[in-house]
């Protein structure tokens, strides 16, 4: 997957999230190259699309849930991964800053949202 691809489909999922992108942070794979000092075509592979939010209980999540499906995101509950949703043919997944939310979390996702960085994907912004 090159740093092209990748910026490709962030932005499509960044257009796709509508006004519910600025809750959103991209992290994982497709953004290795955001970050790297020196660019690179060749990035490690990737499938999907990650984004953490910041959550505190599943309620919240559930809220959230709706207003996904609402923009057109669709819950893929055939691989068994209960944050995975597809839009347009892209695998997104996304992760709730806090364990109480769904039951699983990384450490790192507080840290993550909390000193994101905001980068110019050149139609737009994201954290």
Same mark, same amino acid.
């Given at each position: ?18 006004? =519910?992108?600025?809750? !959103?942070?991209? @992290?994982?794979?497709?953004? @290795?190259? =955001? ?7 060749? !990035? ?10 910041? =959550? ?6 559930? @809220? ?29 997944? @996304? ?6 939310? =769904? ?14 960085? !905001? ?9």
């Amino acid at each position: 997957m090159s740093h092209q691809e990748n910026i490709t489909r962030i932005r499509a999922v960044n257009y796709a999230l509508g006004n =519910l992108k600025e809750a !959103v942070v991209f @992290v994982g794979g497709a953004t @290795v190259s =955001l970050y790297a000092e020196r660019r690179t075509e060749d !990035v490690r592979p990737t499938d999907d699309i990650d984004v953490i939010i910041e =959550l505190w209980a599943y309620k919240d999540y559930s @809220v959230i849930d709706e207003r996904l499906r609402n923009l057109g995101f669709v819950n893929d509950q055939e691989s068994g991964v209960i944050c995975r949703y597809t839009i347009n043919g892209i695998i997104v997944d @996304v992760m709730p800053t806090s364990k109480e939310t =769904l039951g699983f979390s990384n450490r790192w996702y507080p840290a993550g949202f909390a000193n994101s960085i !905001v980068h110019d994907i050149g139609e737009d912004k994201i954290r």
